[in-house]
């Protein structure tokens, strides 16, 4: 089955607890947390502090995607926020097996998110250690983005690489996904969805978390 991670970047910063009280109401599998540095990408979101803040208002997973330079220095810090899954960007660290290893040591779910630009080569000698792959079809910084259609093959040649070598890799794909992507998504061999602007625009934000599953493609 297809998980939903909306994203709270497209919800009311003046209100995220009731944000995520709502997205637990909604039926979301999971939280996704978009945290932007101002460095590694220009725009500013939210940290730990937050993070830690909005942990008491659900149970769902919080599924952290750090937008920010030098991850490894984070991961003590977002395990203590209450952070389930850590994903950092490829591009944004020299040393990811070394940030990887601090991640489980830590107890977290350890995932890599690649730039549109960034190929599948770059995490070909991460790939065993990682529980989750997170291909981005945005270029990262900004909700509602339009889509960007090379991601679809990309999910599918990682998907690829994933079963030949017989690995449990969740593909997570972020960035433009709305009912029509989302399928195409979801046909390469992606696993776990995130989506913004697609949800909290949504005249019935559960509805569309069901609708983005495509329960019934
Ligand atoms: C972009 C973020 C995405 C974004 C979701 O840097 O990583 O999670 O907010 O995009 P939309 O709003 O298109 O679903
Ligand atoms: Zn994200």
Redesign the pocket.
């Known amino acids: 089955m297809t998980l939903i991670a909306p ?1 709270i ?2 919800a009311d910063f003046a209100a995220l607890g009731e944000a995520v009280r709502n997205m637990q109401r909604w039926e979301a599998d999971y939280i ?1 947390l ?1 945290v932007m540095d101002g460095s590694f ?1 220009s725009n500013i979101t939210f940290g730990h502090t937050m993070i830690k803040a909005l942990r008491k208002h659900t149970s769902l997973p919080f599924d952290a ?1 750090l ?1 920010v330079e030098n991850p490894l220095k984070w991961v003590p810090t977002y395990k203590a926020a209450g952070v389930d899954i850590f994903t950092f960007h490829i591009e944004a660290d020299r040393h990811a097996h070394r940030t990887i290893q601090q991640i489980k040591k830590c107890e977290m779910k350890a995932g890599i998110a690649l730039n549109p630009s960034t190929p599948l080569t770059s995490i070909e000698y991460l790939l065993d250690d990682l529980d989750m792959v997170l291909i ?1 079809s ?1 270029n ?6 339009k889509f960007i259609p090379s991601a679809v093959e990309k999910i599918r040649k990682l998907n690829d690489m994933i079963c030949e070598r017989g690995l449990d890799v969740l593909i997570q794909v ?4 709305n009912e029509t992507t989302a399928k195409h998504c979801i046909d390469a061999g992606a696993n776990i969805l ?5 949800v909290f625009s949504a005249l019935d934000p559960k509805i569309m978390i069901r609708r983005l599953r495509c329960e019934n493609c």
Do not use: E, R, T
């Not at 990262?140 to 983005?145: L, N, S």
């Not at 972020?174 to 996904?177: K, L």
């Not at 995130?194 to 697609?198: D, M």
């Open positions: 994203s970047l497209s996704h978009d990408v995607h937008m981005m945005v990262p910084g900004a909700p509602a983005q972020d960035g433009g996904i995130v989506a913004g602007n697609a």
